[in-house]
């Protein structure tokens, strides 16, 4: 399961950390605001006093950073390593409510997800919530690598909505919960992405990250007794 997760909001770091063009998408999206303005008539008179273009820009990204939660626009990852916006969760129509997740093991087997099947993307993120119970208690815990390095989210999309694979988690956080993001390494990438391939020939990708570079903190609860710090930092990216 994923119920939110992180994009980080500073626009050069992300592009720099995953080699990505975003510019494509941000001049949509900051065109799509300007839009919006002067549609509704209010600063149609402020355009001299309008901010630079670049301020432009990483506003519109940070429309699509920060704490992403399920009907948000949010950043994928489609074939070319082309950048787009889609909502997250799928609309079924005999339910009220998106579907946000999608279990791999299952994938093919559902009427839902088997047309999406060669729609693959990846969802960028910087960090995950999930929610570990203790009784009656839930403790909000988040869940990176190390130095809130990126992690590309398996995902399925339609040409207006995504949807987030999970598998089971990674031992050293299935106390927290049973599932997690399917998280596609960089070896992985082309080939998850490229609709050539068949699912048969890329379901072997849809795993966790290894344990021993997962860090994760309750944060609800003083971070230096619940943070795991690891020397062995290494750099998926």
């Known amino acids: 399961m994923c119920s939110q997760y992180q994009l980080i909001n500073d626009m050069n770091a992300f592009q720099a950390q995953l080699a990505i063009d975003l510019s494509d998408i941000i001049r949509k999206e900051a065109s799509d605001f300007a ?17 630079p273009l670049e301020d432009a820009d990483q506003a519109a990204f940070e429309s699509l950073s920060g704490i992403r939660r399920p009907t948000d626009p949010v950043i994928v990852i489609l074939p070319g390593q082309k950048a787009a916006s889609r909502r997250w969760g799928l609309s079924v129509s005999t339910l009220n409510a998106p579907l946000t997740n999608a279990r791999a093991e299952t994938l093919d087997q559902k009427p839902t997800f088997r047309p999406l099947l060669d729609r693959r993307c990846l969802i960028p993120a910087t960090s995950w919530f999930e929610w570990r119970k203790d009784g009656r208690v ?19 999309e339609n040409g207006r909505e995504a949807v987030i694979i ?15 993001p399917a998280v596609i390494g960089p070896n992985h990438i082309a080939g998850w992405l490229d609709p050539v391939n068949g699912f048969d020939a890329v379901r072997h990708m849809l795993g966790p990250v290894p344990s021993h570079v997962l860090d994760w903190c309750e944060e ?3 971070e230096k007794t619940n943070s795991r710090k690891r020397k062995d930092q290494i750099n998926l990216f």
């Open 35 to 51: 839009d919006d303005r002067d549609v509704d008539g209010r600063d149609a008179d402020r355009r001299d006093t309008e901010k």
């Open 138 to 156: 839930k403790h909000k815990t988040r869940i990176t690598l190390p130095d809130h390095q990126p992690v590309l989210f398996a995902g399925l």
């Open 166 to 180: 999970t598998c089971a988690p990674a031992q050293a956080i299935s106390h927290i919960h049973d599932r997690m």
């Open 220 to 222: 609800d609860v003083p």
